[in-house]
């Protein structure tokens, strides 16, 4: 998590030294802070780590909205606004920004509050600072469940902006929202979502659910819709495995995989890792794929390949040039720790499968 803050007063900065030092103490991944000041008589003797913005405002907050996942204004609400105005543009891509008062009384998320993790950082610093966070999201504030919340603490991907503002605005007005999935689910279904009748019908049971006509559905595949308009939440739960020949191009793995994973009706978002035999961690072209894709590479070695149970698509040729007798299934099996649900394809000098990982859902 990238970081940045910005600070007009004395006491300003005081407060910032204070948030830095919190930011520190985060468990896991370190946070990467960077805290800046802008504004007249600012002791910088006494702050030497600050850096002081000689530019516009505005021209510092376009730079950070394209470096840093989170801003942290310590001023007045209305500096911050005038500062982000002109480079808001999507709540899936724009970074969280909270406002803090010199003081630190009030803790403001005025962007970016679900998916971006304003909220929650916001109840962060009201439980470290002694803050008070001031939230005006309708689902928190009358405590429903929050779609974008939900996807993004379980790795999933919101198909559509539109029908996830509609979920949200159905359940504030005390409307019910279909619910469906083929993935094993732990927990209640939050108040306000309901079962498809799809739902009793796979499982054999009596009992009919009331259709609705909008509902969310937990799936990387868009074969099926439950409802007349769904929204999908995309699980990233689909291994890659892939075997190639040298000297392949990312063009032509990408061709593969976009023509593949159209055959199964399979979002592309729902990719989560990308695997092969350690004789390929090198290739440029797979390599290249997944820094396009941002998508990690787990490599493997042959005695490992081999030695994965199951029936796979035997290749004497691969044996011969790998010691194993088949790279793309073996290692998306193995890495994916699922299943296999698309075996051997192959095209253009390489070869590709896909496992599902073995998940459920939870609430």
Known sequence: MKVAG??????????????????????GEKAEVSWYCKGKKLDLAAHPAF???TEGLQSWAAKRFLDRDVLIFVGAAGIAVRAIAPYVKDKRMDPAVLVLDERGQFCIPLLS???GGANEAALWMERELGCRAVLTTATDVNQKFAVDVYAKKNNMIISNMTYAKEVSAALLAGDQVGFYTHFPVKGELPEGLVWSSEFYRDQD?????EETSLGIYISPSYQRAYFKHTLWLIPRCLTLGIGCRRGVSARQ???????????????????????TIDLKKDEPGLLEFCRNRELPLRTYSAEELRAVPGTFTSSGFVSDVTGV????????VLCGKGALIIKKVSGGGVTCAVALENRSVEF
Request: proline share 5%.
């Open 253 to 275: 793995i990408e061709k593969l995989v976009e023509d593949t994973l159209r055959s199964y009706s399979l979002y592309p978002e729902a990719l989560l890792q990308v695997a």
């Open 6 to 27: 910005i600070c007009f007063t004395n006491a300003g900065m005081e407060l910032s030294e204070r948030i830095i030092e919190l930011f520190g103490t985060l468990p």
């Open 113 to 115: 509050g679900h998916i």
């Open 51 to 53: 850096l002081p913005v």
């Open 325 to 332: 007798d088949n790279v793309c299934e073996r290692s998306a």
């Open 205 to 209: 049971q009596e009992r009919t659910a």
